[in-house]
């Protein structure tokens, strides 16, 4: 059988809940951020879930803030890297985003800017820390 990767909308508590236990492992736990940094802005946010194979491997979000689409916590976990998953989760949020959307952009930690570069993003401004992680703006070019 060959690998799937499934990327859905969240819509139930349980798939949020799996959404919040990958960001756990991945942001808090291995990457070491305040997990008060790291749970903020939930409810006005479009989740998304990954799986692979049927198992939970990742997570994203976006939402709408005073100057665009932002792309968020976009989260893989360790076993499940380097297959695609993280490209699966852009394109998910991408094709999500309603028709007006016309300035979308994120945060990238450095090591991400390639997988964002892919879909059309360019690094715009200077280099920042957020969450003790350096991160660059990165904003969708049409």
């Known amino acids: 059988m060959e690998d799937q990767i499934k990327v859905e909308k969240v819509a139930n508590e349980a798939d949020l809940q799996q959404v919040f236990a990958i960001?756990?492992?991945?942001?808090?736990?291995?990457?070491?951020?305040?997990?008060?940094?790291?749970?903020?802005?939930?409810?006005?946010?479009?989740?998304?879930?990954?799986?692979?194979?049927?198992?939970?491997?990742?997570?994203?979000?976006?939402?709408?803030?005073?100057?665009?689409?932002?792309?968020?916590?976009?989260?893989v976990l360790k076993e499940f890297r380097g297959n695609g998953m993280g490209q699966a989760l852009v394109a998910a949020v991408l094709n999500d985003l309603p028709g007006d959307a016309e300035y979308v952009y994120l945060h990238a930690q450095l090591d991400a800017m390639p997988l964002y570069a892919k879909f059309g993003f360019k690094k715009a401004g200077e280099q920042f820390e957020e969450a003790?992680?350096?991160?660059?703006?990165?904003t969708l070019q049409a």
């Open 23 to 75: 960001r756990r492992k991945v942001f808090v736990d291995e990457q070491n951020c305040p997990p008060e940094l790291e749970w903020e802005f939930e409810d006005e946010s479009i989740h998304f879930l990954a799986k692979f194979n049927g198992s939970p491997a990742g997570a994203s979000r976006w939402r709408k803030t005073e100057k665009g689409y932002k792309l968020e916590r976009f989260a």
């Open 132 to 138: 003790g992680i350096q991160h660059f703006k990165m």
